[in-house]
């Protein structure tokens, strides 16, 4: 089988799931094996009662398009904040853009528009008032083309009362500016409900991986719900889970997950809490 990003995630589920049972199930990746008739992510069967489960992973953006406007901010912005000029002593700034503001825009435009919030920032800084506002940045486009403006939005919050010997803060990052979850839930149910109703089990789970801070499982569960009748393979599955990886592989958090399932009101009923490999809290 080869090895997938979901693997240990699913590996320390059944090491904890109905009271361990599961801990030493025969573990086949059905999807592994006939790539043509795509299935689910891992059937596991059980000894000695051989009862199977079909788990199936998926990770729920918190947006459309998140890992792809991710993909094109990334590189044109976050070098920003790698220059130490602008950093305001005894403030913290942090700079929002709005969520697709590069999508399907060429490399010139990218790297115009990340240069014209770099002179704002460097211009502006100093008299940025605190709390949260928003301001207009005048992007200037490549050659031959004409120039924009874009809305930033700022949040300026003092460090230990404003000392100016307090070292500075900035952060440059993206602002969501579209609600629209239910068409990231309504995609993800498409492609992966086929999956578990159609394979043989006694028992079907989805797991969806949330990466996010901001969004938050009761909005996930809320989705889902409102959309029972669109999806009547709903009714055949069991249950879903949600795995928190959040703080997942950062040098914060390590290898810290949480697995967390919910009932139709969005109330917590279980969990599991993992950290390098053990269970260190169950509830």
């Excluded at 989705?223 to 949600?242: G, K, T, V």
């Amino acid at each position: 089988m080869r090895p997938t990003r979901e693997d240990p995630f699913i590996k320390l589920f059944l090491s904890r799931y109905e009271d361990g049972s599961w801990a030493e199930a025969d573990v086949k990746k059905p999807d592994a094996i006939d790539r043509k008739n795509p299935a689910v992510d891992q059937l596991a069967t059980r000894t000695p009662d051989g009862r199977t489960l079909a788990i199936e992973h998926t990770i729920i953006e918190p947006f459309a398009g998140e890992k792809e406007d991710l993909a094109s901010f990334a590189p044109a912005f976050l070098d920003i904040e790698k220059d130490a000029s602008l950093v305001v002593p005894g403030r913290w700034l942090e700079v929002f853009v709005p969520v697709g503001a590069l999508r399907n825009q060429p490399p010139p435009e990218r790297k115009a528009m990340a240069k014209s919030v770099h002179v704002w920032i460097e211009s502006n800084r100093l008299t940025l008032p605190l709390g949260r506002g928003k301001h207009t940045c005048q992007v200037t486009g490549p050659p031959g083309k004409p120039s924009f403006n874009i809305t930033l939005n700022v949040r300026v919050t003092p460090l230990k009362r404003g000392s100016a010997d307090e070292p500075g803060l900035l952060h440059v990052r993206r602002q969501q500016v579209d609600a629209n979850l239910g068409r990231v839930i309504e995609k993800a149910l498409r492609r992966k409900l086929p999956k578990l109703v159609n394979t043989k089990a006694d028992k079907r789970i989805l797991l969806l991986e949330r990466q996010h801070m901001k969004l938050l499982p009761e909005m996930m569960v809320r989705e889902i719900e409102a959309r029972r009748a669109s999806f009547p393979d709903l009714a055949h599955i069991d249950e879903i889970w949600i795995v928190e990886t959040i703080l997942y592989g950062t040098a914060f958090g390590g290898t810290y997950l949480r697995f967390e399932l919910y009932d139709k009101n969005g109330d917590i009923i279980r969990s599991y809490d993992f950290n390098e490999g053990t269970l260190i809290s169950e509830s």
